[in-house]
């Protein structure tokens, strides 16, 4: 029996099989001469035959030619393009498809707002031209309305190509501000809230230092951000061109101004309200009323106070550039000899250098084997400002001096420290004040921790044999 039942269920399984081939082979086949519908366009031609664009719209007409490979405006003469933006115009521009027909023959283009509409007329090599109008948005807001010059056939193109060709003046304009590099920047300063913050020249290939309102070599480290951010600030976007009224965008009393200078150019970029806070700002170039937007993500220092741009050490300079040390305080005044070992290809070797104090060998290390006098050198040229205070101070008799001999010009520099009060010295910078103010108590960074590191390299060279 249970053969039989098999055999019956396999007989069963050949039938469903041969009536599913019979079933499939006999479909209708879809007739091979049957085409998909043609996509209709309004404008299709190459950019390669466009030899003139001519836009017109609620900012005027502007005349686009093609000059060796770049667009360019000829009219109006007084606009700076941007290249790209007429490209893309154009681009958009020889392949225009309908997404819908909306009115065979419209009577009333009111409808549509194509009695006032946007007009592009494509000029091409054969001495034909294409104009397209367009109108208002759909009240879907799916695209906008449009027809051929010729034709009151009104249909619906797409709204980034309807957007892409009708761009306006702001649009269209150059975004570029300048060309530098932070190398070209010879001069720079700050204004925040109409006082200047600082000013600072270039001295060489890299050395920057502060002119005003204090004396001093800047902060690199400060600096660097900030002349990086002139260079690469961007305008984002115009807002209004020759605005009557600046104070809206309050640019007529600016926040900040940064007035910068190349050996050849000077600039001076001012910025006013926030457009949103922590991101944007309105902004604008002297001698240009433009306004517009720019980024706020490289000016994180705009509100950074002085005592953190300007170099905090009340002097400094490598120890390879010194041959002499004359320092006078508590009465009596420690001469030190310095000989930094450098052969003939500039290497060094620490275990070669020579140093004194009045006379004696001063070339001893502590337990861990470092030289005690370039511990004592970095206490001394890294006393650094506490405080900062603009103004004219008559120099006083100094309670500390420290006067380097320095192998390169201008060959001596004499740091005085005279007493304010009871906390605070004045810095004065051979013989000029230099707006520093350093504690007199502070241990590390400061003139106590100086004396005290003084005493242990004295101690280690009197307690020589």
């Known amino acids: ?15 469903l099989m041969v009536g599913a081939y019979f079933l499939i082979t006999n479909i ?7 085409k998909t519908a043609e996509v209709e366009k309004l404008i299709d031609c190459s950019s ?11 900012d005027g007409t502007f005349v686009i030619d093609k000059k060796d490979t770049d667009w360019v405006i000829s009219s109006p003469s007084d606009l700076k393009a941007d290249s790209s933006k007429l490209s893309t115009l154009v681009l958009n521009s020889v392949e225009i498809t309908v997404e819908k027909v909306i009115e065979e023959n419209a009577k009333d283009l009111t409808l549509y707002g194509l009695d006032k509409p946007v007009q592009l007329t494509l000029k091409l090599k054969d001495n034909t ?7 208002n948005l759909t009240p879907t807001k799916a695209g906008y309305y ?81 002349l990086e951010a002139i260079v690469g600030t961007t305008n984002s976007e115009y807002v209004e061109e020759n605005p009557t009224d600046l104070s809206k965008y309050g640019l007529d009393n600016p926040k900040y101004v940064f007035e910068f200078a190349t050996s050849t150019a000077k600039y001076k970029l001012m910025l006013g309200n926030e457009v949103e806070k922590g991101s944007t700002i309105y902004a604008r170039l002297d001698g240009n009323n433009d306004v517009f937007i720019i980024s706020e ?34 009465g009596q005044t420690s001469v030190f000899g310095v000989e930094t070992y450098k052969d003939s290809e500039g290497n060094t070797d620490t275990d070669k250098d020579k140093f004194t104090l009045n006379g004696k060998d001063a070339t001893v290390k502590d337990k861990d084997d470092k030289q005690l006098f370039r511990t004592f050198y970095q206490a001394l040229i890294g006393i650094s400002l506490d405080q900062i205070e603009v103004g004219t101070v008559t120099m006083g008799t100094p309670e500390v001096t420290i006067k380097y ?18 906390d605070y010295y004045y810095v004065f910078k051979d013989g000029k004040y230099t707006g520093m103010l350093v504690k007199k108590s502070k241990d590390e960074f400061g003139i106590k921790g100086m004396k005290e590191s003084l005493k242990t390299l004295s101690d280690a060279v009197n307690a020589q044999k």
Do not use: H
Request: hydrophobic share 40%.
């Open 405 to 422: 001999y320095i192998k390169s010009s201008p060959g001596t520099v004499k740091v005085d420290f005279v007493s304010k009060d009871a």
């Open 129 to 135: 031209e294409k104009t397209i109008l367009i109108g």
């Open 1 to 15: 029996m249970k053969f039989y039942r098999n055999a019956i269920i396999l007989v069963i399984v050949v039938a």
């Open 28 to 34: 209708p086949k879809p007739d091979d001469t049957e």
């Open 48 to 58: 390669d035959d466009v030899v003139q664009a001519i836009l017109v719209n609620s």
């Open 146 to 226: 449009a027809k051929m010059k010729d034709s009151n056939k009104v249909c619906v193109i797409s709204t980034y190509t309807a957007e892409a060709i009708n761009i306006k003046r702001l649009e269209i304009k150059d975004k570029t501000l300048y060309t530098l590099t932070t190398d070209d920047i010879i001069s720079f300063s700050m204004d925040r809230k109409a006082e200047n913050v600082f000013q600072a020249k270039k001295n060489g290939d890299s050395d920057w230092q502060m002119v005003a309102p204090i004396q001093g070599n800047m902060n690199t480290t400060a600096l660097s951000p900030m």
């Open 297 to 330: 993500s490289s000016y994180t220092f705009l509100d950074k106070p002085l005592k953190e741009i300007i170099e905090v050490f009340a002097y400094i300079v490598n120890i390879d550039q010194v041959n002499k040390i004359e320092l006078t305080m508590d």
